[in-house]
């Protein structure tokens, strides 16, 4: 008796702490900007809609593979984060239409237009950006002087070679602006070239050989805070890089040659779409396709540039179009119809569960509060910390919920009542029921859980927040069941109502169908009356096993 109340008192202690965590949580997002009440999604809230339009040169046309690529990468990037109910399709077979909930915050955007092409090409020199004065003055010099190449100068040896930089390539970097990089006019430079660019901050230019790693061959990305050997958070933030086996081969290669080579060729430029944002010395030669890039970063621009490699780069330059503001398809009075029909479904459950069970209907609506409230806080939580937003799919998920975890409660109680019609003592038929009930409640939850990651996996926008709510509430009722009905239930049956089998309590032997005779014996019920009809309710729900059992007893006599 001591080892049951001291598991049923453990149970219901960490249900508290469950509840505390999340309350916890809900507390730390908002001091970050978070709230206590859930965002909403597109459908009910409305958002703001992005025309991306493609930057070709005169020409060229976008493809229908390369705008469904397109759409598809920037799904991934806009996701990201979470479950954001995004809308994403094409227009006029021409531009890429990106609808998202609530305001585009200036990370979200980099997400949307910058194709993310990453390149590491090794440094072959570097110098201080030239001002404008100095671009026009050796722009006249080389008029006065026009450079020529040696046609008889030797092939480079390799991308760090020297012989790369011609007369004519010294030459565009002494006249090189660093303003170019911002012209979508500037297009996409060869890999198997040599490269005049500049630092992302515009204050640095480079000549940079050919490409030797490909942003392609990165096979993950991560943003994380940057450590010193000893593990120790420096406080900035970094972007972690895995290559594949090809990467990780051409990566070992690349340091094994520049390692010893004098500054600045014994540097890497890491190149993002033109231009260099960072361009570290090689010290070491890297053999397991691990790296990573600092440069300033901030967790969200961090996390930004992670997302766009680890979901690879578009197959084509965007730029926005056009930015507006836009009302919610459905609207608050299709949210509020949808609570309402929740609350009706939940009234409906009350009273079923008064009707069937009695007194033992307050374990009912005590789980289902409790469930509610931890759903509530999951879902708060999630809104502030992962970007989720509710939609009405997933407010339909949450009243499917309701249904679930009547189902484990209808379920529990009936095991129960059947235990205490087979002649068991209270207390033992509530253990013994619970361990025949949590088995069918595990293997319904677990196809539940499942059926909602193959939905979460396979489709798209709003039918992903009713899988994902649909999955939340089926831990929950996991949770709620192991930790409050059963406790619950055990405490009940140790008072005098339930104990005694109060007609009221929803446990009374002589309303299931056996009748108790002292000393935990119960005696055949009598074929008359009361006890006629009692008879006959155990003898409908026995099982073909204890029916087949009950008439080989009746032949031994």
């Known amino acids: 008796m001591a080892r049951a109340r001291a598991r049923t008192g453990r149970a219901l202690i960490w249900l508290v702490v469950i509840g505390a965590v999340f309350a916890a949580l809900n507390w730390a997002s908002i001091a970050n900007g978070g709230g206590w009440s859930p965002r909403l999604a597109l459908d009910l809230e409305g958002g ?28 991934d990037r806009v996701d ?9 399709t094409t227009q006029g077979g021409q531009n890429i239409v990106v609808a998202i909930p609530g305001e585009v915050d200036d990370a979200t955007m980099d997400r949307l237009q910058s194709s993310a092409r990453m390149e590491f090409r090794p440094v072959l020199t570097v110098a201080a950006a030239l001002t404008p004065e100095e671009i026009a003055a050796n722009q006249a010099a080389q ?56 630092s992302e901050d515009g204050t640095a230019r480079y000549i940079l050989g050919p490409v030797e790693v490909e942003g392609s061959d990165i096979s993950d990305a991560s943003a994380g805070q940057a450590t ?29 040659r520049i390692t010893s080579l004098e500054s600045p060729r014994n540097q890497f430029g890491v190149v993002l779409d033109g231009a260099v944002i960072i361009a570290p010395a090689s010290n070491a030669v890297i053999t397991n396709g691990e790296a990573s890039i600092t440069g300033g970063f901030s967790q969200e621009t961090a996390s930004s540039l992670a997302d766009q490699l680890k979901f690879g780069s578009l197959p084509i330059g965007f730029e926005v179009q056009s930015e507006e503001t836009i009302a919610a398809t459905l609207g608050e009075s299709q949210l509020q119809a949808g609570i309402i029909a929740g609350l009706i479904g939940l009234l409906l459950v009350i009273v079923y569960s008064v009707f069937q069970y009695r007194a033992l209907a307050l374990v009912t609506i005590a789980s289902l509060a409790i469930a509610g ?51 068991r003592a209270i207390t033992s038929a509530v253990e013994a029921g619970w361990k025949r009930a949590f088995r069918t409640i595990l293997a319904s939850d ?51 109502f339930f104990s005694s089998g109060h ?54 006599r």
């Open 446 to 496: 677990a196809i539940n859980f499942l059926a909602a990651i193959v939905l979460y996996l396979v489709a798209v926008g709003n039918v992903r927040g009713f899988a994902f709510t649909l999955g939340i509430t089926t831990i929950i009722d996991l949770i709620v069941v192991a930790l409050f009905t059963h406790p619950m239930l055990q405490l009940l049956t140790r008072t005098r």
């Open 503 to 556: 007609p009221m309590s929803g446990l009374d032997p002589n309303a299931l169908g056996a009748v108790y005779r002292g000393r935990a014996k119960f005696r055949d019920p009598v074929a008359a009356g009361r006890g006629a009809t009692s008879s006959r309710e155990a003898q409908r729900r026995q099982s073909i096993a204890e029916r087949k059992a009950s008439a080989s007893t009746e032949q031994e």
């Open 228 to 256: 010193t050997s000893t593990g120790a958070p420096t406080g900035e933030f970094e972007v972690r890089l895995q290559f594949d086996s090809a990467g990780s081969d051409a990566f070992e290669e690349v340091t094994n």
């Open 48 to 75: 703001t809609q992005v025309i991306l339009t493609p930057q070709l040169q005169e020409g060229q046309q976008v493809t229908d593979e390369q705008l469904d690529q397109a759409v598809q990468i920037i799904r």
């Open 373 to 423: 409230g931890l759903t509530y806080l999951v879902i708060t939580w999630l809104s502030s910390a992962e970007d989720y937003r509710l939609s009405l799919a997933g407010v339909t998920g949450l009243i499917i919920a309701i249904g679930t975890i009547a189902d484990s409660f209808i379920v529990y109680f009936e095991r129960v009542r059947d235990e205490l019609r087979d002649g």
């Open 80 to 88: 990201a984060s979470g479950v954001s109910e995004s809308e994403i």
């Open 143 to 198: 008029e006065a002087t026009p450079p020529v190449d040696d046609p008889a100068a030797p092939e480079p040896a390799d991308a760090s070679d020297l012989a790369w930089i011609t007369p004519t390539l010294q030459a565009s970097y002494d006249t090189f602006d660093c303003a170019v990089l911002q012209d979508p006019e500037r297009g996409e430079q060869p890999l198997d070239e040599p490269l005049v660019t500049c």
